[in-house]
């Protein structure tokens, strides 16, 4: 159940979570420690409104580097003495590595000045790298001392990869309000990523809004594509590049928080270039198009897959039905689908709306397409099955059997069901799924290539 003053409610949680960690009265070792945190932050959030996206580039690999431009924490969420537990970093280890990876990672984290006794209690229990970070000096600590500390930063970090453990690092070593964010980067963790052998995947993580009360609801986070730094043609920490491709990504990274300041839940900068892309559409004959969310959004081999086709993509990630039917008009006024396929409602299941409800919606849409195109022969697939989402599954199953008995009744659109086939010995396969386990891998898209190859080839060829 929501709580109604989630201010508070995060406040309390927060710092029940604080005396918990710092007193460790049940004398939990620092591993069972960050997964007892990442559980209950985790929780946290499952109780908050936020724009997550990008799930869909999380790597396979589990020794990755998370790098992420770091923000301030509300003031209001001061635990004790002045000491915060600053949201967005506690997001990325339990709501992206603990969720994903079923381990919350290591993390590198700034040492504590003398005075911050609450700052220390907290962080001593999760065993994390240390590093002297700008603006929190010891008084009395040379350049020297900094330097050669810092440099277990390298070795430590080394041997968590080597082990297979994420690391979460912001290249900034501070934190900032998003209007000044990211700061510049320092050259160290790129480093690091350009020494390790072999190289793992530095995967960028674009965090807005987590300053501000969670009340307002717009706290935000984007993935964005992993590389290697041999990608940019960098091997070695010493290679002269790095100074140069760290700027430039810094520069980059700057206009990701920008982009996703202004992203909201209406899909505005998606439906723009949906709506560039269908003025430039010049081939009118024959289109099949696809339509829906991530799912649709996501099958980049879309034309190689069908090579005999005329095949357009229209999908967006995180639609839902009725979003679907919202931009539908604008979207298709100057497309003319022969046969039109839909893939809807696995973002519903996320809006908790019952069986019922999502079924109405579906066939409710499907009139309205008709409406507008009554010659569209009209392809609508299953809501597919996925580790997201397991406990759905019964839902999804009722509504993908109603629409299929409804398509033997109307006439209107064919229901191809493929659910079963992402089941192997009653089990759902990890390989039909990206790492998120909500989004398709390639043998995942195959699947559905197949089934909607054979409808087109027996029936549409005809």
């Not at 590595?97 to 990672?105: E, F, R, V």
């Not at 970070?133 to 970090?157: E, L, M």
């Not at 920008?258 to 505005?268: G, H, K, V």
């Not at 069908?306 to 931009?327: C, D, E, Q, T």
Request: glycine content about 4%.
């Amino acid at each position: 159940m929501i709580p109604q003053n989630k201010d508070e409610y995060i406040r309390e949680s927060l710092s029940r979570l604080f005396n918990d960690i710092s007193l460790n009265e049940n004398n939990l070792d620092f591993k069972k420690i960050r997964v007892f945190c990442a559980s209950k932050i985790s929780k946290i959030f499952s109780n908050v409104d936020l724009i997550f996206k990008g799930s869909e580039y999380l790597p396979y690999e589990t020794n990755s580097i998370f790098i992420y431009n770091h923000l301030n924490n509300h003031q209001f969420y001061t635990v004790a003495n002045n000491f915060q537990i600053t949201l967005d970093s506690h997001f990325i280890s339990s709501n992206i590595l603990y969720k994903y990876y079923n381990s919350p990672g290591n993390r590198v984290v700034r040492c504590s000045l003398p005075h911050e006794k609450s700052h220390q209690d907290y962080y001593s229990k999760f065993n994390y790298i240390r590093v002297f970070a700008q603006n929190f000096i010891p008084v009395g600590t040379n350049y020297k001392q900094i330097k050669n500390f810092n440099r277990n930063f390298y070795d430590q970090s080394k041997k968590s990869l080597e082990n297979g453990e994420g690391i979460i690092v912001s290249p900034e070593g501070f934190s900032l309000d998003t209007n000044n964010s990211p700061g510049d980067f320092k050259l160290g963790v790129f480093k690091l990523a350009a020494m390790v052998k072999p190289q793992p995947k530095i995967v960028p993580i674009v965090n807005v809004n987590f300053e501000s009360l969670i009340s307002n609801g717009n706290f935000k986070c984007e993935i964005k594509q992993p590389f290697k730094m041999s990608d940019h043609g960098i091997y070695s920490p010493d290679d002269i590049k790095i100074s140069s491709f760290v700027k430039d990504f810094n520069k980059k990274y700057r206009s990701w928080v920008n982009d996703l300041s202004i992203e909201d839940l209406n899909f505005e900068s998606e439906i723009q270039k949906l709506l560039i892309k269908s003025k430039n559409v010049s081939k009118t004959e024959n289109q099949i198009i696809f339509y829906g969310s991530s799912t649709i959004r996501l099958w980049v081999n879309l034309k190689k897959d069908f090579p005999s086709f005329n095949v357009l993509n229209f999908g967006f990630g995180g639609a839902l039905i009725s979003s679907l039917s919202k931009y539908f008009k604008s979207i298709f006024e100057n497309l003319n689908p022969s046969v039109l396929v839909l893939y809807m409602g696995g973002n519903d299941l996320t809006r908790f709306d019952s069986y019922d409800m999502i079924v109405s919606k579906q066939l409710n849409f499907i009139d309205e397409i008709y409406s507008n195109y009554p010659n569209t022969k009209i392809i609508n697939l299953s809501i597919k099955p996925s580790f997201e989402r397991l406990s759905k599954i019964p839902t999804i199953k009722k509504i993908n059997k109603k629409m299929s008995q409804e398509s033997r009744i109307n006439k209107k659109f064919i229901q191809i069901d493929f659910f079963e086939k992402f089941f192997e010995n009653n089990k759902l396969c990890k390989k039909y799924f990206l790492q998120d386990g909500l989004h398709l891998s390639l043998k995942g898209y195959q699947i559905l290539q197949n089934e909607i190859f054979s409808f087109l080839k027996n029936s549409y060829l005809k």
